[in-house]
């Protein structure tokens, strides 16, 4: 069955390693751990998780699994196995040395993979979009201004991966204006309030503790004299939620947001 060995993972084509026992983020393990890995998978996991670790009809992919992909040694595979929830599907009695091998065999169908472009290696991708979504409605709070069927859109067709998780952080940076007209919505505009109450917006041409001159919606500039702080302005930026939000990002749910946000085709 096994016709394909498991490929000397320091050969995969085009991933250069970013340092010693290292392709790109993905650690090499020796060759002796990912053949005996080859054998505990095949007796114990590939009955359900299938040849390879690609699935199978009684048990999930485990190459594009987030939990193989943020392992480390056997821990994060060994606690998933051990899990009661895997526990429902059939109870696998594996000991730590057979989990550590495991772990580097399927981390050698990784590499395997990212080699041959199955697996894109840029960090980006190693995400859940499942857990993306439920951050996205949840506790990102993303829904209070986006959703994927308005304005983010084919916004998985707009960049590729990297560039999308780019936007993710950091809308405005690098945007050349959208088809002409409103590449203002995102500029910061200000707001001046009168001393009557009466408030006027516009972008904010030069703000001082003398001076404010605003350009006005109908492209006409205008300038008021200003004394301690009369009349006052405000300078509102509408990303700036967006980018509260993003500075509060872990890792974890960035990738999750970036891999929900690759299927907004
Ligand atoms: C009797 C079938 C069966 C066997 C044997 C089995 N698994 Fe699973 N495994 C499943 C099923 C079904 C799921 C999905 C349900 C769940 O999430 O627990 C799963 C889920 C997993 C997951 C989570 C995947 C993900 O991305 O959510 C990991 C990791 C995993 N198994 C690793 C292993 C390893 C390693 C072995 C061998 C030591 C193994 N399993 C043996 C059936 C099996
Ligand atoms: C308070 C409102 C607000 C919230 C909350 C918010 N954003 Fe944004 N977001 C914006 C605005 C405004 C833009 C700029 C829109 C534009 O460029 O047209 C933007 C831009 C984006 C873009 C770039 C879109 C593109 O076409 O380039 C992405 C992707 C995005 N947001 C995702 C998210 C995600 C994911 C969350 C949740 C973690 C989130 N946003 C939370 C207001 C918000």
């Not at 000397?8 to 026992?21: K, L, S, W, Y």
């Not at 392709?23 to 005996?36: L, N, Q």
């Not at 300038?223 to 939000?245: C, F, M, S, Y």
């Amino acid at each position: 069955m096994e016709a394909q060995p498991p490929a000397p993972a320091t050969a995969a084509p085009g991933a250069a390693g970013r340092g010693p026992g290292r392709v790109g983020r993905f650690k090499v393990y020796s060759p002796e751990a990912v053949t005996r890995g080859l054998t505990a998978y095949n007796s114990t996991c590939g009955y359900c998780h299938g040849e390879r670790g690609k699935g199978g009809k009684a048990g999930p992919d485990l190459i594009f699994s987030e939990v193989t992909l943020h392992d480390e040694d056997g821990i994060q595979l060994g606690a998933r196995v051990r899990a009661a929830e895997h526990a429902k599907a059939g109870k696998v009695e594996v000991s730590d040395s057979q989990i550590a091998d495991i772990a580097a065999y399927l981390h050698s169908r990784v590499i395997y993979a990212s080699g041959r472009g199955d697996v894109r290696m840029s960090e980006v991708l190693i995400g859940n979009a499942k857990a993306g979504e439920t951050y996205f409605n949840g506790a990102g709070g993303c829904n209070k201004c986006h959703s994927p069927s308005g304005n983010l859109k084919g916004v998985a067709g707009k960049y590729d991966v990297a560039t999308l998780q780019d936007r993710l952080v950091m809308p405005r940076t690098g945007r050349g204006g959208r088809g002409g007209g409103p590449a203002s919505a995102t500029a910061p505009y200000a707001t001046l309030t009168l001393p009557s109450g009466e408030a006027i917006k516009g972008a904010p041409i030069r703000v001082t503790d003398f001076d404010v001159t605003l350009r006005l919606a109908d492209g006409s500039t205008k300038t008021w004299a200003r004394n301690r702080g009369i009349p006052k302005v405000e300078i509102t930026d509408p990303l700036q939620a967006h980018i509260d939000i993003m500075m509060k990002l872990s890792d974890n749910d960035m990738h999750n947001l970036t891999a929900y946000l690759a299927t907004f085709k």
